[in-house]
């Protein structure tokens, strides 16, 4: 069974651990009406998706 030698520092330990941060989901511009969407996914502004009207939204 493996045993560390000697204890890890908290510079060392924080360093490993400074990789595992979140990402931000990556976004697409809807080629219809421009704004910002998730990619494969019906964009939540118009409705469309591949071109096509999939959704109907509702104007506020």
């Known amino acids: 069974m493996a045993v560390p030698k000697r204890r890890v520092s908290k510079?060392?330990?924080?360093?490993r651990r400074g990789e595992h941060k979140a990402?931000?989901?990556?976004?697409?511009?809807?080629?219809?009406?421009?704004?910002?969407?998730?990619?494969?996914?019906?964009?939540?502004?118009?409705?469309?998706?591949k071109g096509e009207q999939v959704v109907e939204v509702e104007e506020i």
């Open 23 to 49: 990402e931000l989901p990556a976004s697409n511009r809807c080629p219809k009406c421009g704004d910002p969407k998730l990619p494969h996914r019906v964009c939540p502004s118009c409705g469309t998706y």
């Open 11 to 15: 510079q060392r330990k924080r360093k």
